[in-house]
């Protein structure tokens, strides 16, 4: 994985269509956490150095390709580009700063040995898509589409859903259709793109 192309890729995809006020400062914020150098999880998908930042470009390629797909040649007359990148690129932001490597005991023929792995270290314990959208809206004003697609972007993975939440998730499906596309993107790029990890 070439670290540094994936953040020039992401920072030019970023900058070219996200241009509302604050979004300046949201980069600046990005560029401060290891956002870029973040896994995207501890053991599942892309759970290696800038795992993060990687699963965001994929997330953003696959929101793309299926808005494109669903609504054809004027897409961008239902979801502007925008909004498509903010969701792609944004909805994991609450994984800055919440991973750090520890180590662990492991037998490797007979012997015994320290192995680095990621453990989470959560400081705003906000949850998950909610915290995405925390962190954003401190920053930039994001419209309501946008915020009910980072806040749902794990459907009924998301903690809220298994505790009696799953008819609000429903209903942001139905009344939202970014969601449930952003969702979808969410578990292509995991699924699809980086399968190989996952299935470790």
Known sequence: MDIKENQERFIKIYKQNIKREGSDKLLEYLLSTDFFTA?????????????????????????LADVKNE???????????????????????????????????????????????????????????EKSVYIINGFMRITRDEAMAINWHMGPFDARVSGGGQNIMKEAFYQFPLALMTFFADMQAVYLDEKEKTEE
């Open 39 to 63: 896994p995207a999880s501890t053991r599942f998908h892309l759970s290696e150095e800038g795992g993060l930042c990687l699963h965001s470009l994929h997330t953003y390629e696959r929101l």
């Open 71 to 129: 609504y054809g040649r004027n897409w961008e007359e239902t979801f502007p580009a925008e909004s498509i990148t903010i969701c792609g690129l944004l909805h994991d932001v609450c994984k800055a700063n919440m991973y750090k490597v520890d180590t662990r005991n492991v037998k490797n023929n007979g012997v015994w040995e320290q192995v680095p792995y990621y453990t989470v270290e959560d400081k705003l314990p906000y949850g998950h898509g």
